[in-house]
C-alpha cells in the first residue's frame, strides 16, 4: 500500500495557487486575495482571476533547524514574508545554503519546485518557493 | 511556409561540483580526468529540483522571450530521459503549471538525448499543416550516473524551452535532416537506477557515425559546405567529442566553440546541444546560419539548418539567459551532491 499524506484531491484543488500564485482580484476596488476569497472586504463577490508578479522583496524571514520528518533531509529549512505586487505571500526559500546572509528587502523570485512526496512511490507535490536572486552563501 | 524559432528559454540550476572534487573522492586523477572530457564542472539540481521543475522554469521564460499569451499554445512536447514518474507525463504539468488552455496537444517523448529535438521537428509539423499556431518544445533532464563509475564527471543537470511557430520568429528553421539507427551503445533497462555503455560503441558507431551523417546529408541535400554557416553546435556528453566531430566535419573551432556548455555545466541530456543553441541565439547576429545536430543514444540524429532574424537581438534581454546562469553558481563538494542527488538511500525514507 502507498501513503497518502496529503489528500490528492485537496492538492489538485489547489494546483492554479500551488503552480501560479492565480490569486482573485475584486471587479469592484480591485483588492487582491492571495490564496483566493469568496467575498470581498467590500462586500462583492465578483473576483477576476490575477497571477501575482514572480519578483518582489523580502518582508520577514525565519530559518527552522527542528522540522517536521518529512523535511528533517533539508535542515535547514528558510521560510519568508515576499512582497509580491503588494500581496504577501508566506514560502520556503531555496537555494539559501547560508540563511544567516538572507537579509529584509532582499529581492526574491518565484519558483516551481518540488514540495513532497509520499514516499518513493506515492504522488510528488509541486509547488511555488522563493529564491533570493542574489543567493545568500 | 516559414517556420521556427519564436521564443527561448533554459534553465541551468545554481549549484556546481568541480571534477576535481568527484575525482579526489575516488581516487581519480583530476588532470586526466579533465584532459579525456574537457570538462571542468557540472551543475547539480537542489533536493527539491528535477526535470519537471527544470521544464516549467525554461517553458516559462521561453514564452516571456516570445511574448505570446499562453492561449495561444496548441501543443506541448516534452523531451526526457529522466521522468520523476515512469508513468505521468511531465507536459500535463506543464499545462497547468504555464496555464495553457486545455485544448493542446500533449505528450512526453523519449530517444535518450534526441527526443527535445524531434519535439521541435513534430511541432514544425504541426504549424506547417495548420493544426497549431503555436508549440512549446522542451529538453529536459537531471539524468543519473553511477557513483565512482566516469559517467559521473559529465552527467549535468538543465533544461531548454523553443516556442515554435510561423510568425513573429527570432530565428527560421530552414530545414531539418534525420538520420537513425539499430544502435546499442547506451541504454538504461527499465527499473535499473543507472545506465550502461555499450563497450566499444559509443564513439564511432554512434555518436560520430550519426551526427555526420544527419550533418552530411543536410549539406548534401542543400548544397551547403561548413563555409556557409557562422555557428556549428552538437550534442556534447563531454566536450571532446563535439569539437573532435567538428574537425571531422571540417568546421574550424571558432564556430563550435560559442555553443559548447558542457565544460561547465556537464552533458544536459535532451538540453545538451538546445542549450548551446540557446547560448548561440544570445549573441548571434541578424541573418546568422546555425548548424545544430542533436544526437540521442540508440541511435539517432537530428540536423538543423537555422538562420536568424532581425527580431533576435531585441528578445535576448527578456528573460535569464544561459551567460547569467552560467555565472550564478554556488560550489558544493560531494557530499553535498550525493545528498542533492538522492543518491544516499536512507533505510527510513
Not at chain 2, 45 to 60: K, L, N
Not at chain 2, 156 to 170: D, E, Q, R
Request: one cysteine or more.
Amino acid at each position: 500500500m502507498v501513503d497518502q499524506n496529503l489528500s490528492v484531491p485537496k492538492y489538485w484543488r489547489k494546483i492554479p495557487q500551488y503552480y501560479r500564485l492565480t490569486a482573485v482580484k475584486c471587479r469592484k476596488c480591485d483588492r487582491v486575495y492571495f490564496p483566493p476569497r469568496a467575498v470581498c472586504e467590500c462586500g462583492s463577490r465578483e473576483f477576476d482571476e490575477y497571477e501575482l508578479p514572480r519578483r518582489g522583496k523580502l518582508i520577514e524571514y525565519t530559518v527552522l533547524r527542528s522540522v517536521t520528518s518529512d523535511f528533517e533531509k533539508q535542515r535547514p529549512l528558510a521560510f519568508g514574508i515576499a512582497d509580491l505586487g503588494g500581496v504577501r505571500v508566506f514560502g520556503q526559500l531555496v537555494d539559501c545554503p547560508n540563511p544567516d546572509k538572507l537579509s529584509e528587502g532582499a529581492e526574491v523570485e518565484v519558483v516551481f519546485r518540488r514540495v513532497k512526496e509520499d514516499s518513493d512511490y506515492g504522488i510528488i507535490y509541486y509547488g511555488f518557493k522563493l529564491r533570493p536572486v542574489k543567493g545568500c552563501w | 511556409m516559414a517556420v521556427g524559432i519564436v521564443g527561448w528559454g533554459a534553465y541551468i540550476p545554481r549549484y556546481r561540483i568541480k571534477t576535481r572534487e568527484i575525482a579526489e573522492a575516488w581516487g581519480d586523477d583530476a588532470l586526466r580526468i579533465r584532459d579525456m572530457y574537457l570538462v571542468e564542472e557540472k551543475a547539480v539540481g537542489y533536493i527539491d529540483e528535477d526535470p519537471v521543475t527544470m521544464a516549467v522554469e525554461a517553458s516559462r521564460d521561453a514564452l516571456t522571450r516570445a511574448g505570446i499569451a499562453p492561449s495561444e499554445v496548441g501543443a506541448v512536447f516534452a523531451g526526457t530521459e529522466s521522468k520523476p514518474y515512469a508513468v505521468k507525463p511531465i507536459s500535463s504539468i506543464l499545462i497547468d503549471a504555464l496555464n495553457l488552455k486545455r485544448q493542446v496537444y500533449s505528450v512526453d517523448m523519449e530517444f535518450a538525448c534526441k527526443a527535445g529535438s524531434d519535439a521541435i521537428v513534430n511541432l514544425m509539423g504541426l504549424v506547417k499543416s495548420g493544426l497549431i499556431k503555436y508549440g512549446i518544445a522542451v529538453g529536459t533532464d537531471s539524468s543519473q550516473g553511477e557513483p565512482g563509475e566516469h559517467l559521473e564527471y559529465t552527467v549535468g543537470t538543465g533544461a531548454v524551452a523553443y516556442v515554435i511557430g510561423a510568425t513573429n520568429l527570432v530565428a527560421e528553421i530552414k530545414y531539418t535532416y534525420p538520420f537513425a539507427s539499430d544502435t546499442p551503445d547506451f541504454w538504461r533497462r527499465d527499473g535499473s537506477p543507472y545506465p550502461v555503455h555499450g563497450e566499444g560503441f559509443t564513439g564511432e558507431p554512434a555518436y560520430f557515425r550519426h551526427i555526420i551523417g544527419a550533418a552530411k546529408g543536410l549539406m548534401e541535400e542543400l548544397g551547403m559546405k561548413p563555409n556557409d554557416f557562422d555557428y556549428a553546435i552538437f550534442h556534447q556528453p563531454n566536450a571532446r567529442f563535439p569539437v573532435r566531430v567538428a574537425q571531422m566535419l571540417g568546421f574550424p573551432l571558432e564556430k563550435v566553440k560559442p555553443g559548447i556548455v558542457v565544460d561547465l555545466i556537464g552533458n544536459t541530456y535532451n538540453a545538451s546541444a538546445l542549450l548551446g543553441l540557446a547560448k548561440v541565439l544570445e549573441e548571434a547576429k541578424p541573418g546568422s546560419r546555425i548548424l545544430v545536430v542533436t544526437f540521442g543514444s540508440g541511435a539517432g540524429s537530428n540536423a538543423f539548418y537555422i538562420e536568424t532574424t532581425d527580431l533576435l537581438p531585441s528578445r535576448v534581454k527578456l528573460a535569464r539567459t544561459v551567460g547569467e546562469m552560467l555565472e550564478d553558481k554556488v560550489y558544493i563538494d560531494y557530499s553535498l551532491y550525493l545528498k542533492y542527488r538522492k543518491i544516499i538511500r536512507m533505510i527510513h525514507g
